[in-house]
């Protein structure tokens, strides 16, 4: 049987897919929901779909989506490790900056991924998926890297792989921001300690030692 999570995920990205509360529904060829287990210890949100993304119906499929599967490869991680989507689920026309209606609009629906994923850490790609989750929390260029704890999840802006394409000086920030990634998911992922044996279980095991 489908765990409820993954019941209620799957729920949600149907409404996605039958979405039409902002003006970006009627220029999608589909919306693209997001992809990746249920629940996920780490979850990945971008900005937009982008051309690739929308013909295809999942995120991160085109160039961008190589150098992010590039960088996931360089710290043990894989694409079947990790939930991805995006603020918008819809391709904004000519790939352009989110608006803030369309953004809001959206919104609801990461919310509701956050809760449903239970994710122990996030990765920030971009500025706008930074202004989304961490508003008011300075610019990418200053705080890539680095770890932002809300309630029990640590957050992590990074550049977006897409902002390395255009700029190669930001692929070396990338690369080493992801093996800061690395050490904080040891970090936060780190299995918990195995139980103390009863005391019981101890003189149970001395008297079987004799
Ligand atoms: N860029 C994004 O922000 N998201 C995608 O899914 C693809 C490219
Ligand atoms: Fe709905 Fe979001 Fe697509 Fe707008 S971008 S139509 S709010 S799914």
């Known amino acids: 049987m489908m765990p409820a999570a993954s019941?209620?995920?799957?729920?949600?990205h149907a409404e996605v897919r039958?979405?039409?509360?902002?003006?970006?529904?009627?220029?999608?060829?589909q919306a693209v929901p997001g992809v990746g287990p249920c629940p996920a210890d780490?979850?990945?949100?971008?900005?937009?779909?982008?051309?690739?993304?929308?013909?295809?119906g999942e995120?991160?499929?085109g160039p961008a989506g190589k150098l992010l599967d590039t960088l996931l490869s360089r710290i043990g991680l894989s694409r079947a490790d990790v939930y991805i989507t995006n603020v918008l689920k819809c391709r904004p026309p000519q790939n352009r900056d989110p608006m803030p209606n369309e953004a809001e609009a959206c919104e609801p629906y990461l919310q509701r991924q956050l809760k449903l994923l239970q994710p122990?850490?996030?990765?920030?790609?971009?500025?706008?998926?930074?202004?989304?989750?961490?508003?008011?929390?300075g610019s990418i260029s200053r705080i890539h890297g680095s770890l932002v704890?809300?309630?029990?999840?640590a957050y992590v802006p990074l550049y977006h792989p897409a902002a390395a394409l255009h700029n190669g000086s930001l692929v070396s920030d990338l690369e080493r921001d992801f093996d800061s990634v690395r050490k904080y998911l040891d970090r936060f992922l780190a299995p918990p300690p195995p139980p103390e044996p009863e005391p019981e279980r101890q003189e149970a095991e001395q008297l079987r030692l004799l």
């Open 42 to 56: 780490v979850m990945i949100v971008g900005e937009a779909p982008g051309f690739n993304e929308d013909r295809q």
């Open 7 to 12: 019941l209620e995920l799957a729920v949600l």
């Open 18 to 29: 039958g979405c039409t509360k902002c003006s970006l529904h009627a220029t999608r060829t």
């Open 59 to 61: 995120p991160f499929v």
């Open 120 to 137: 122990k850490v996030v990765l920030i790609l971009g500025r706008h998926a930074l202004e989304r989750l961490l508003p008011g929390q």
């Open 149 to 153: 704890m809300r309630g029990d999840i």
